[in-house]
């Protein structure tokens, strides 16, 4: 079990700085089905167009700001100049198992095969060709965002509904095994931090023996829904080691 904090998972985005055929500036709409995202902005500024059936919405984002968002919300993440964001998701490990879906249009999403390949970026050799085939799978989630935001703006939410039932006929026959995440991540954390804090009320304190401090290991830079991402296996986070070759003070962590 991952003892990072509450069984989330942590990445690292700078948001795509290419236009879309409609002219924004940003990453691939998308929706995750089971999972709670939030952005942590470190840098630059934006927005994030956010489309539920009750309206659409764009917040702006700038340095510090904080946004979350549960599921079946359809975001954009939308860069006016240099936004990096730190991401923060519930139930680590299920965006990578298939929580989320890109907003193709209908036809798309209909069809398992199909949107199995617009999805799948393919191996390239080169950086370049890799970019125009995430952008190329950006521009085709915007192609059916734009229809399902306008409808919603239009006080239609027909489209969106489809939606709705299109992804989750989609995720259906890999989310079986999503229950196994969830026990062994949020829910297995917060089984621990109950037991710990019964413990504690009777005077019982041998978890403070295990403690230990963990690194993550440096992620590699992928091309991802909204941008270059760095995701952080926090997961398989190992203890930290401390340098060999140098003294104790090099090893000390000066109090904030």
Not at 217 to 225: H, K, Q, S, T
Not at 239 to 254: F, I, R, V
Request: net charge negative; aromatic share 6%; glycine share 12%.
């Amino acid at each position: 079990m991952s003892t990072f904090p509450g069984g989330t998972s942590l990445s690292f985005l700078d948001v795509y700085d290419d236009a879309a055929p409609d002219g924004v500036v940003g990453g691939s709409p998308h929706m995750h089905l089971a999972s709670t995202e939030c952005y942590v902005v470190v840098g630059g500024e934006g927005e994030l167009h956010a489309v539920n059936l009750d309206r659409c919405r764009e917040i702006p984002l700038g340095r510090g700001s904080v946004v979350w968002f549960t599921p079946g919300t359809i975001h954009r993440a939308v860069n006016h100049g240099g936004l990096q964001v730190v991401v923060l998701m519930d139930n680590a490990g299920l965006p990578e198992a298939g929580d989320a879906v890109m907003t193709f249009p209908p036809d798309v999403v209909a069809d398992p095969d199909r949107y199995r390949a617009a999805a799948t970026l393919p191996h390239r050799a080169t950086e370049a060709e890799r970019a125009a085939d995430a952008r190329r799978r950006r521009d085709l989630a915007v192609e059916g965002f734009t229809r399902i935001r306008d409808a919603i703006r239009g006080g239609d939410q027909t489209p969106l509904r489809e939606f709705h039932a299109a992804a989750a006929a989609l995720v259906r026959g890999r989310a079986g095994t999503w229950a196994a995440i969830v026990r062994d991540g949020p829910l297995g954390q917060a089984e621990t931090g109950l037991a710990v804090t019964t413990d504690l009320a009777v005077g019982v304190a041998g978890h403070l023996e295990r403690a230990a401090v963990f690194q993550a290991p440096e992620p590699a830079r992928v091309f991802g829904m909204c941008g270059r991402l760095r995701p952080h296996d926090v997961a398989n986070a190992v203890p930290y080691a401390k340098p060999t070759g140098l003294g104790p003070a090099a090893d000390e962590e000066h109090p904030s």
